[in-house]
Each structure stands twice: as C-alpha cells, then as structure tokens.
C-alpha cells in the first residue's frame, strides 16, 4: 500500500507490478524480510522505478482530469513549483500553488497518497486511536519542518513557502505518518 500511495496516479498496472517486486524482492526478502531491512521497502520500489521509468513517475494527471480514459497530461506538483520559484524558472511564481485548502482536500498533484493532507491526518489519528503507532515521530517531523520553514518564510517570504503550506504539500504528512512510524 505504502508504493501506491507513491505512484502517479496515471501509472501502468505492470510498472507497478514492477516496483512491488523490486520493493518486496530486493528492498525486503534480501535483507532477512520483516524488520531487518535498513531502507523502508516502499522507497526503495519508487527509487527503482524513478530510475527505470522516469518519464511515468514524473507525469502527474492534471487535476480534475478523474477518468480513467483521458489522456494524462503534465501538471506541475507543489514542490515542482516550488522549486522552480528558487531556481529561477520563468514564469513561475509562489502564486501558482494551490491554496491551504486545496492542498488540505487533495486538489491538486502528486502522489496518490501525498495529495490530500486531511486523508493523512485522519489517518494518524486513527493509528494513534488504536495505539499501532504513538505520537513522538510523526510529531517531531512535522514540528521540526513547521519550525525551520517558518525561520525561511520570516527570512524571505518573496522565496519561501509560509509553513502551513510546507507541512501540507508534498510527501512529507506521507513520510511522517506512515513511514517514518514504520
């Protein structure tokens, strides 16, 4: 489930067949199986097909683009933007990003499991409910972030994201609730 949630939405079903074989195969039974493996398995099936398809991992449908029959097109993530704000891409600009919201309800690209930041959320909340994880990491992640793009943002916000942007966009909530707990 953690591969999927890492994938384009708009991927082949044999290029993840690929990547589940490489992240079980290679990045799991290779090093003993549950628990011994120093990489977390999902990672290193999305470094293998980044690698071996990178042209299909770097594609995202743009949003609103729901059927499963229209072509895929490239639409630029949040962290594409912002990244292209701070290399100095042309018409690029902080204003491009989604909003809070947007970001919160899943409207806009990027991994299945990175877009909607409420889903995460909710999903944290029931693990910690159930007692499968307990509050230290995810906490400390999404703290640590908070504060340090927060120093930037104070720095130069004309640059950088404000910090509720940060912690909402991208795979870090991803990252944080579900694979740093792993």
């Known amino acids: 489930v953690l591969l999927a949630f ?4 708009n991927l082949p079903i044999w290029i993840i067949i690929l990547g589940a074989l490489f992240a079980i195969g290679v990045g799991k039974m290779s090093f003993g199986g549950l628990g011994c493996n120093p990489f977390n398995p999902a990672l290193a099936g999305r470094v293998f097909l980044l690698l071996s398809f990178p042209v299909q991992m770097t594609t995202w449908p ?8 229209t072509d895929a097109t490239t639409a630029a993530t949040p962290l594409a933007i912002m990244k292209g704000v701070i290399n100095g891409a042309p018409g690029m600009s902080l204003s491009d990003l989604p909003g ?3 970001l919160l309800i ?7 499991g990175e877009v909607s930041a409420l889903a995460l959320l909710l999903g944290l909340f029931y693990m910690l ?16 972030v908070f504060v340090f793009s927060g ?3 104070l720095v130069n916000p004309e640059l950088y994201v404000s910090p509720v942007v940060q912690l909402l966009s991208g795979g870090l909530m991803l990252g944080a609730v579900f694979m740093a707990t792993d």
């Open 62 to 69: 743009a949003v609103g683009q729901l059927t499963a029959y």
């Open 106 to 112: 899943g409207n806009n690209g990027g991994c299945l």
């Open 6 to 9: 890492n994938l384009p939405s």
């Open 151 to 153: 120093i930037m943002y």
């Open 129 to 144: 409910w159930k007692k499968i994880i307990t509050w230290h990491i995810p906490v400390s992640i999404l703290v640590t």
């Open 100 to 102: 809070a919201f947007d």
